[in-house]
């Protein structure tokens, strides 16, 4: 039985060191189940939204992402694939029930006002001023007023060449990502007659973002792409960052974000020619198709319902020889209060104690003794002495 127990606790670290290796600049804080396959997020505020591909949409309140919880759904006729919220709406597409409007005004109870079937499979919506884009995976891009929620309609149409999976809107232009034709750029400034003005057949699969006048762009083997959008009419890759996994969703902000199955993955666009990882994350079980970001906190949608990572490598690094003294070694795991151990009497009086965030950013000075840190949020802090420079990672906990 020693032998078993033995056994069974070495495979449970040998896991686990596995897992940590998988790790890098983020972690997962939280999750919440839903009924069915989580397929898309959208984020606003203090609630997830998320596309469920056998109940419709899920209301999920983040407020605190270690603990996220379901506060509201509603069910749509057909499998949900991606949506997207603006204002007080969520945008729904179901895969053979087209464009769903959701009213989210009551987020605790989401109520469906109109809709706009596409005649093929509708996988993926943008919104942008008062018109929806949707791809249609059969028939390309359906430009849909939204000026009156209740009653969407069609006010254009522009036959994709293959299949239109990826859609993000910018200024006057939409950006189809087809599967098998690449980057599609196409201009809706007149949104009765959009048309195509440009396309990259070298990149491209599913996910797709623009920002800062650049697509990123996922590929269907591996890898990130990056297409400067300066000339709409030859949009032209320049630059590239390897993948884990085939990206099924992309996102961007200061970093751009891509989900493939097991791998989260972060990189670095300061320099869009040479985009850069900076952090990634792995699970095995995840199957992830979405995600979203809001701050430090990425939303990933994945076939159990949402898990909610934190991203924390901004401005702190843990010190390899940190001499500060601490109740327990390594990376300490709070809950209420941080004790810290006496300080050394031969120490100048200047020497002092405190309390990062992830930014760099002062929290709180510390003491010897008990710290109450209870009225801090969930998350990764960094505790700093100075001037000895040792720093140590402290993970608050509820």
């Known amino acids: 039985m020693k032998a078993f127990l033995f056994a069974f606790c070495l495979v449970l670290l040998l896991v686990s060191a596995a897992q940590a290796a ?9 999750s919440c189940d839903t009924p069915g396959l989580a397929y898309g997020v959208a984020v606003r505020s203090n609630y997830a939204f998320i596309a469920d591909w056998s109940s419709g949409l899920r209301v999920i309140s983040v407020a605190d992402p270690a603990h996220p919880t379901e506060i509201g759904h509603t069910d ?33 109870h989401p109520i469906e006002v109109g809709s706009y079937n596409t005649p093929g499979l509708a996988y993926s919506v943008a919104v942008a001023g008062n018109y929806a884009y949707v791809a249609d995976i059969d028939s390309g891009l359906w430009v849909i007023s939204i000026t009156d929620p209740a ?26 990502n087809d599967a098998f034709y690449g980057l599609r750029v196409v201009s809706v400034a007149d949104p009765a007659d959009p048309y195509e003005v440009g396309h990259n057949d070298s990149v491209g699969f599913m ?17 990130l792409f990056v297409v400067s959008l300066a000339d709409s009419a030859h949009p032209a890759a320049v630059g590239w960052c390897n993948t884990h996994e085939p990206i099924g969703s992309v996102t961007v902000d200061d970093y751009a974000y891509t989900i493939g199955g097991s791998w989260l993955e972060v990189f670095s666009v300061s320099d869009p020619a040479h985009p850069s990882t900076v952090g990634h994350y792995y699970r095995s079980s995840w199957s992830a198709r979405g995600l979203a970001v809001s701050g430090d906190y990425i939303y990933v949608a994945t076939d159990s319902g949402l898990s909610v990572c934190q991203r924390y490598d901004a401005g702190v690094e843990e010190a390899t020889s940190a001499e500060l003294r601490t109740t327990e070694p390594g990376p300490t795991v709070v809950r209420g209060v941080l004790m810290l151990g006496a300080v050394d009497r031969r120490r100048q009086a200047a020497d002092r104690a405190e309390l990062l965030n992830t930014t760099g950013r002062k ?22 002495e100075r001037p000895a420079g040792s720093v140590r990672r402290v993970i608050v906990a509820r």
């Open 22 to 30: 998988d790790s890098l600049n983020v972690r997962l804080v939280g």
């Open 76 to 108: 749509t006729p057909d499998s949900a694939a991606r949506v997207t919220v603006s204002g007080n709406y969520a945008y729904v597409v179901g895969v053979q029930a087209g464009l769903r409007v959701i009213s989210i005004a009551d987020p605790a």
């Open 151 to 176: 009653h969407p309609t069609k006010v254009g149409h522009w036959q994709a060449p293959g299949m239109a999976f990826g859609i993000a809107a910018a200024g006057h232009f939409v950006y189809v």
């Open 207 to 223: 996910g797709v973002a623009v920002a800062g006048g650049h697509a990123y762009v996922g590929s269907n083997t591996a890898g």
């Open 363 to 384: 929290v709180m000075d510390l003491r010897a003794g008990a710290n109450d840190v209870s009225l801090l949020a969930p998350g990764v802090y960094f505790v700093s």
